[in-house]
């Protein structure tokens, strides 16, 4: 799979999205943000991506994938304590 090929996955089920994903073959990082994740617990949160690329982790095509997911306000408030 292909960076493109995620997002385009996560950004057709996930509401109002802004998707990145970064690595390659069959190891990745997602970063997601959404409103959707609103008032989700960390591991909802991430059940969310897991169910989206469910089908592509069980036939191998995923192996690993790291998963960071945001709310638009916490997306705001990460991106202004990031060191540049």
Known sequence: MTPEEIKSILLESLENAEVMVEGDGSHFQVTAISNQFDGLRPVQR??????LLGEHITSGTLHAIGIKTFTETEWQSAKKLQVS
């Open 46 to 51: 991430q059940q969310v991506i897991y169910g």
